[in-house]
Every structure is written in C-alpha cells, then in structure tokens.
C-alpha cells in the first residue's frame, strides 16, 4: 500500500496529532481516538507492516517487543493487576480498518467475553 496514505504512519511521523502514552525507536503507543473500554490504548510500529499475516521471520523480534510494550502500557495504565486483553484485529472478518499494524489494549473494567460474533453477540 501507499505508506504516505497511511493514517497511523502520519501519527508515527507527528503529521497527524496523538496522545504520547509511550513511544521508543521501535514502536509508539497513544490512545484510541475511539475507546471501546476504559483503557483502549494502540501500540504500533514506527515501521510500516500492514498486515499480521505478511509478517515473516525477520518480524519476531518486532511482533515480541510490541507485545512486551503492550504489558508495559497495561502497567502504566494502572490496569494490569485487574486484567486486560492485548489483541489484534486482523482482515475483514476481525473488523480491521487500519492498514498499519496494532495491538489493541484493553482494560480498566471488565470485558466482553472472547469470541462474540453479530449473531451470538
Ligand atoms: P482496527 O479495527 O483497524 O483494529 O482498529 C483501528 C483503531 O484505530 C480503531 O479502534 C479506531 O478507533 C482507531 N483510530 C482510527 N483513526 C484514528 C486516529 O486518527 N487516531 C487515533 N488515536 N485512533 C484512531
Ligand atoms: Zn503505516
């Protein structure tokens, strides 16, 4: 895709304005601008990866740090002795509208459970 079309590369190059929750030379982290829970935080990439499916080897080191921020994130965030779910939305079915890599951290409050579809919600 055309990377200088990507929303979130925008905000990885301060073009586009975000809350700064967290941010290291690999990835930023900053707050929904649509929270769906008390605590709905995204850690991406500063580097542009579309898609969880299009990551190869040479990703693992990325895909594990972004992880580890999303637990540190959950810390900070004051949500981690409670509980949270870090997650990826992938493709249509999983309701991805970001083409730029995330990991979703969720918390602050108790969430819906796993695997919910629109018919058995
Ligand atoms: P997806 O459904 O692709 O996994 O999630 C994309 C997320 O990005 C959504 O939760 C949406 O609210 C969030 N989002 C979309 N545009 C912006 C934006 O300009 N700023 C911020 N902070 N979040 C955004
Ligand atoms: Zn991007």
């Known amino acids: ?9 925008d905000i990885v190059q ?19 601008i649509n929270p769906v829970a008390n605590v709905h935080v995204l850690v991406i990439p500063r580097e542009h990866v579309t898609y969880l499916t299009e990551t190869t080897k040479q990703h693992e080191k990325l895909l594990g740090h972004l992880m580890r921020v999303g637990a540190r994130v959950a810390n900070q965030m004051g949500t981690a002795e409670d509980g949270y779910r870090v997650t990826v939305n992938q493709g249509a079915n999983a309701g991805q509208i970001v083409d730029h890599l995330h990991l979703h951290v ?10 919910t579809t629109l018919e058995n919600p």
């Open 1 to 9: 895709m055309d990377k200088s079309k990507c929303l979130f590369c």
């Open 14 to 32: 301060g073009k586009l304005p975000s809350t700064n929750i967290y941010s290291d030379d690999q990835c930023i982290a900053f707050n929904d």
């Open 106 to 115: 969720l918390g602050g409050e108790q969430l819906n459970s796993l695997g």
